[in-house]
């Protein structure tokens, strides 16, 4: 995932976690959007800087 703001760790363990929901019948699509939404809750979101956020003066 080119440019990605996750760690490599944080893709490890959304990996992981989609294998577990996978493991339990849920579709491939619904357990990646359900493991990114549990690393995203556990740890806050990306953690690379950047962004496109502005600066204010």
């Given at each position: ?16 976690i ?11 699509k ?21 962004g ?6």
């Amino acid at each position: 995932m080119p440019g990605s703001k996750y760690t490599k760790k944080q893709e490890r363990k959304a990996e992981h976690i989609e294998e577990g929901y996978e493991k339990k019948g849920v579709s491939k699509k619904e357990a990646e959007k359900r493991a990114w939404a549990t690393v995203n809750k556990q740890d806050g979101g990306g953690k690379k800087p950047g962004g496109s956020g502005r600066k204010h003066s």
